[in-house]
């Protein structure tokens, strides 16, 4: 496959004690509006899941690659990292005994830093755990 020092693959979980959609949403709004970084998430194909920091200035950190709500979101883009990397996330929810589960799945290859490798996999918990309802 390649050398692994170019390569992320991260798989995480959690399940949500929280219907199919509402968790839908709840993923919606940690990906967005209860982000540490606010950023904007167009809801289409094709739309940009963007930092906006106003009078023309942000960060695009991807763009909608596949969105059928309330269970599947997949972003293709550098995601957090500036530099020559190509990356995609993919968020699968499925209904679950008692609630939803919430898979992430992030792959990048490119020049990925070791801070942004050592780093992810406790972004996307703490994004996962605070999705209303997380069950930990």
Request: glycine share 16%; aromatic share 8%.
């Amino acid at each position: 496959m390649g050398d692994p020092n170019l390569v992320l693959d991260i798989e995480q979980h959690i399940e949500v004690g929280a219907p199919l959609a509402a968790a839908f949403e709840g993923l919606v709004r940690q990906l967005t509006d209860r982000s540490i970084l606010p950023l904007k998430l167009e809801r289409f194909p094709g739309g940009r899941w963007y930092r906006d920091l106003g009078e023309g200035s942000g960060h695009l950190w991807g763009l909608v690659q596949v969105i059928k709500p309330p269970t599947l979101i997949e972003i293709q883009g550098p995601l957090f990292m500036s530099y020559p990397v190509s990356g995609h996330v993919q968020f699968r929810l499925s209904e679950v005994p008692g609630g939803t589960k919430v898979t992430v799945r992030h792959r990048a290859f490119g020049l990925i830093e070791d801070s942004h490798r050592e780093g992810v996999g406790k972004g996307w918990a703490g994004i996962l755990g605070g999705i209303p309802g997380s069950i930990e």
